[in-house]
RNA sequence: GCCGAUGUGGCGAAAUGGCAGACGCAACGGACUUAAAAUCCGUUUGAGAGAAAUCUCAGUGCCGGUUCGAGUCCGGCCAUCGGCACCA
């Protein structure tokens, strides 16, 4: 045992966790001497790289996997402990993948810029980038002592200029892009024909009203504004007009909704995104005013056309200007003077009584030919379709409010179901008092007012999102610069060869306070030339994290933002890269082992072999990575079209799914039948082709947000031609946030903050990655506990002392209880029981499960001789939840009975054998009424009248049926026989 | 107000419409120990009956329904949490 404890020191001479641990208190098992020793290990093998591509050590047989974090922003407070729930799901997974077979791609980088290390850098002095720095070897520290497989090979920074040159050089094809409407794509700027190019440009300047915050000294996009605060800081914010960049993210929106269809993501952020977006159907209406001007107002229910006896315009619609009447000037001022004046907090709060103010000018309305009058209220907002409404007081009920407030008329045009009344009644009926449409049905009447309507040339069916462009620039310093200069009033994108754009240095990160930027101060930088400066502007937080998921495909490339062959590869899965003549015969090694079950089940080869045989563009279609759209290959196409265009075999005719050739994944068809590969997808999603990253793990805090810009960019790219895929994340799960031991919110006010570090010092890394996982579902909120880390950390205890035992003097050594002996039947059902549930439950992501599982196999095998193979099982099982425990115990015990080879990780997953799982005799339950009276050990065999033979004859039975007529008897095979008695 | 999620022992939780509470924590009892810790073995939803093994009844937020049988499915409520909130 001497060679153990001088190999260990030889490891770790200058350890201090070494020497504290003969110091200190003894240890439940010495993890803090194995932890450390495995973590340096893997790091000196590069055990968790994995090569792209091209690499010598790239095995072009195995199949791909991508499982992504959403990479922290670095704070100065570091991880609590509900940062790394989400984290050890991942690493459990890609751990898992990994001994199936794959090529795992499971990465971590740093979202480094923002606004904390700004205001920091406000308060200190000290640039951004030092303390930016600081808080990442912070963060990192602790994620590599929780012993996470990353590949730090592939770590990104995203204020890093080899990394920023990238989001500038994406954010200038975004630039010299348009969205065509007919094809509903982007393409480059050349092919707009039209006059004025910077008026359809993706990324464009306008001077909008924005949320300005005075304490910040910036603007803020709406999603940063929570309840007219800032969401950093709780400052005030004012509506304030300003030269802004914005990107054209609505000529999306459409897309956004529709592709939403093909993803595995949590229903409910799919309904968070698609109300994000807000799309609503109804026509636009021109309502001819006084003085010639038209009004053209947005309705979702044109069939209440003739109910509208007003209208109102928003008070910053500058028709206002010249519709409104002299005698009404002063009033109209006033009121938009008062407007203004409030900030948004204060226009929702009092948004409970209507205000507004007639403006003396009338319409007419098209229908009726009916003389309205048009007010001005703030209840109507400027920024949602045409910033003018007709009011229908009938029919909607902030219009009734306004109406009865200032006693307009009100005009029922909706007969409700019987039971309603009219006025006031908001849904679908039928209509009256409306000549041309009398008589119908709200949808028909729809229909039929819009063809009417269209035919006059007074409206046209239209679509409406409640999503805005994306508010784009900041003044801020801290963030990246716009590749872009200005010229004679004019904007112009900077040569991609003079990126990276590196912000200037500066000693002064505050605001200027006249909303210039901080950038401003750098006079030098600023003037690019003689008649050229700089944009002033920084790029928003979220532009970094819009694309760091394609960076980690192709971290070092400085030729392109993402090596195509990489790109094809770990977003898509590239054809090449699936042929089943590539697939060695064995391409896990040591799969020969008897007594371990049996090798790698076929999934690995049999896809390949699925994929090449299908006849249809699945196989025989390069990924569309040439300029050229191919409308065909988008989502969109996708989306719209009705029978697939061409036959890919029975499996696809059958699914009714169109074949998707940007998408070069086996489709889900085609993996089904594989052995022993569980789909956890739904049934409705396993339809849906696959592509993109294979899992993204994240809170539900950037449900919209960050998903749903990173969607956008990810279409654009898609568009240009530099992407295979048209989705990013093809799988999503949100974790459930962790609370305090009191059941509160972690934050430092509540001193209830946890630092895994603290945990780790006192449990190890292993059990605190047990217990993340044992709280509960991963999705679900859950409090934290003490005690419950000490109870998984007593089950990684037990399954140490399975194979150790401690001799006189203390010193750990390999159990003699464990042996080279066949299990019995009762153990081998344990082992396969628990190969089927852990196997089935990682699959689903239920992970406390699983664990439960391992534990009532360490119950079962305490205290009895430990069979060799069944403890191998065991490890091999719990390997991804607890690295370290199990790669120490594997190798002990491979020093006693060598195999070859003798890593763990290089061991293929156990595979279940039914036949060890199959009973002889089964327990039925015996149920009288529905109620258990008696349970009874019967034959596997028995026949279903043996059954209820044996049940009408049970005592027990008989105790309740007596003197009672049997109506029924239903018989459940294997489980239960219910007698039915009155 | 609208949308979504969740409600099961003292606590975290588990349960393809078929034995409610697996597994873990806490508590209690026992073994080992001079003792403690650690470890190992038990008990642990409530009420009632019994000397006891056991047995009966009730029980998954509330009310109702479907079913031989409901934590699970359906309808109606209540509570907590999250999101949206004058989006025409």
Redesign the pocket.
């Known amino acids: 045992m001497d060679f153990f404890w001088n190999f260990l020191l030889s490891c770790f001479p200058d350890s201090p966790t070494f020497s504290s641990f003969m110091s200190e208190r003894?240890k439940?098992y010495p993890f803090d001497v194995i932890e450390p020793k495995w973590q340096s290990l893997w790091d000196e093998r590069r055990l968790f790289h994995a090569p792209n591509p091209g690499e010598p050590s790239f095995d072009p047989a195995l199949p791909k996997y991508y499982v992504l974090d959403m990479f922290p922003y670095p704070s100065g407070t570091g991880l609590h402990v509900g940062h790394p729930e989400g984290y050890t799901a991942t690493d459990i997974i890609a751990r898992y993948k990994r001994l199936r077979g794959f090529n795992v791609l499971h990465p971590m980088g740093w979202d480094a810029f923002g606004l904390p290390a700004e205001q920091y850098a406000i308060r200190t002095g000290q640039h951004p980038e030092i303390t930016t720095r600081k808080n990442i070897a912070r963060f990192k520290t602790q994620l590599k002592r929780i012993g996470f497989s990353y590949d730090w090979e592939r770590e990104i920074t995203t204020t890093d200029p080899a990394y920023f040159r990238w989001t500038q050089w994406i954010f200038l094809q975004i630039y010299n892009s348009w969205c065509n409407p007919e094809t509903r794509r982007a393409e480059p700027i050349s092919s707009y024909t039209g006059e004025d190019p910077d008026s359809v440009r993706l990324a464009y300047v306008a001077e909008v009203p924005v949320n300005w915050c005075p304490e910040l000294g910036t603007v803020l996009a709406?999603?940063e504004v929570?309840d007219g605060k800032s969401e950093v800081g709780g400052f005030p914010v004012v509506r304030r007009p300003m030269r802004q960049w914005m990107l054209r993210i609505t000529a999306f929106a459409e897309r956004l909704i529709d592709e939403l269809e093909l993803l595995d993501w949590p229903?409910?952020i799919k309904?968070?995104q698609q109300?994000?977006i807000?799309k609503?159907e109804?026509a636009e209406v021109q309502f001819v005013a006084g003085g010639g001007y038209d009004i053209i107002?947005?309705?979702?229910?044109p069939d209440t056309l003739y109910g509208a006896t007003y209208m109102?315009l928003?008070p910053e619609n500058p028709l206002v200007d010249r519709l409104t009447t002299d005698a009404q000037r002063k009033a109209v001022a006033d009121y938009r003077a008062q407007v203004s004046a409030k900030s948004d907090l204060e226009?929702?709060d009092?948004?409970?009584e209507?205000?507004g103010v007639f403006i003396g000018a009338y319409a007419t309305n098209p229908a009726s030919n009916e003389r309205i009058p048009i007010w001005i209220?703030?209840?109507?907002?400027?920024?949602?379709?045409?910033?003018?409404?007709?009011g229908?007081p009938a029919h909607?009920?902030?219009?009734l409010?306004?109406a009865r407030a200032f006693a307009l008329p009100i005009l029922d045009v909706v007969q409700p179901p019987e039971g309603e009344t009219p006025t006031g009644y908001t849904g679908e009926g039928v209509s009256i008092n409306s000549p041309l449409i009398d008589g119908l049905p709200t949808p028909e009447a729809k229909r039929r007012i819009i063809t009417w309507l269209a035919e006059q040339g007074l409206g046209r069916r239209t679509i409406?999102?409640?999503l805005?462009d994306w508010l784009f620039s900041r003044q801020r310093y801290w963030g990246e610069p716009f590749p872009v200069i200005w010229r004679d009033g004019k904007h112009e994108a900077i040569p991609e060869s003079e990126l990276p754009l590196v912000p200037p240095p500066l000693d002064d990160f505050k605001p200027t306070g006249s909303g210039e930027p901080p950038l401003a101060r750098a006079r030098d930088w600023v003037r690019y030339s003689e008649e050229a400066t700089r944009e002033l502007n920084t790029m928003p937080q979220w532009a970094g994290s819009c694309w760091y998921y394609l960076r980690f495909c192709d971290p070092g490339n400085s030729g392109r933002f993402v090596g195509k062959e990489a790109e094809r590869y770990w977003m898509a899965g590239a054809p090449g890269f699936w042929t089943a003549a590539a697939m060695p015969p064995d391409t896990v090694p040591a799969a020969s082992k008897p007594a371990l079950v049996s090798p790698e089940p076929a999934h690995v080869s049999s896809e390949p072999t699925l994929v090449s045989s299908a006849p249809g563009p699945v196989s025989s279609r390069p990924a569309p990575v040439s300029s050229e759209p191919a409308p065909a290959s988008s989502g969109a196409a996708l989306v719209s079209s009705g029978p697939a265009p061409v036959s890919s075999g029975p499996a696809s005719i059958s699914s009714g799914a169109a074949p998707f050739p940007g998408n070069l994944h086996p489709s889900p068809q085609e993996r089904h039948p594989i052995p022993g590969d569980l789909h956890p997808f739904s049934e409705a999603a396993a339809l849906c082709p696959r592509g993109g990253v294979d899992l993204y793990v994240g809170g539900?805090?950037h449900?919209?947000l960050h998903l749903l810009y990173a969607r956008f960019w990810h279409k654009v790219l898609f568009d240009l031609g530099h992407l295979s895929t048209s989705e990013p994340f093809q799988r999503l799960v949100n974790q459930g946030i962790i609370l305090g031991e009191d059941?509160r919110?972690m934050s430092k006010r509540w001193g209830n903050v946890i630092d895994p570090l603290d945990v780790i010092a006192d449990y190890g890394a292993d059990a605190f990655r047990c217990y993340e996982m044992?709280?509960?579902?991963l999705?679900?909120?859950?409090?934290w506990?003490m005690?419950?880390v000490?109870?998984?950390s007593?089950?990684l205890?037990?399954v140490w002392?399975l194979v150790m035992a401690e001799n006189q003097a203390g010193e750990w050594m390999l159990s003699p209880a464990v042996a080279e002996v066949e299990p019995t039947r009762a153990q081998q059902k344990v082992v396969h029981a628990t190969i089927k549930k852990v196997t089935g439950d990682i699959e689903a992501l239920?992970f406390?499960?699983a664990?439960?599982?391992m534990?009532?196999f360490?119950?079962a095998f305490?205290?009895s001789a430990i069979p060799l193979q069944a403890m191998r099982t065991l490890l091999l099982l719990l390997n991804p939840f607890a690295p370290h425990l199990t790669s120490e115990l594997w190798e002990t015990l491979g020093r006693r009975f060598p195999i070859t080879p003798n890593e763990i990780t290089s061991q293929p997953w156990p595979q279940e054998q039914a036949e060890f799982l199959i009973e002889d005799e089964v327990?039925i339950?015996l149920?009288v009424?529905?109620?258990?009276?008696?349970?009874i050990l019967v034959p596997i065999a028995a026949s279903n009248a043996e059954l209820e033979a044996v049940a009408l004859a049970n005592d027990?039975v008989r105790?309740?049926t007596a003197g009672k007529t049997v109506?029924?008897v239903?018989i459940?095979e294997k489980?239960?026989v219910?007698v039915?008695v009155n």
């Not at 209220?377 to 007709?390: F, H, K």
């Open positions: 003894r439940p709406n999603e929570i229903a409910g309904l968070l109300n994000w807000g609503s109804g107002v947005f309705t979702t229910r109102v928003a226009r929702t009092l948004a409970k209507k205000t209220a703030d209840y109507v907002l400027m920024g949602y379709g045409t910033g003018a409404i007709m229908v909607d009920e902030r219009d409010e306004f409406n999102y409640k805005r539900t805090e449900a919209v059941g919110k044992f709280m509960g579902p999705e679900q909120m859950k409090p506990s005690t419950g000490e109870g998984v007593r089950f205890a037990r002392r239920s406390n499960t664990i439960a599982q534990m009532i360490v119950n305490t205290g327990e339950v149920q009424n529905g109620k258990v009276r008696d349970r027990r105790a309740f109506r029924k239903i459940v489980k239960l219910s039915v």
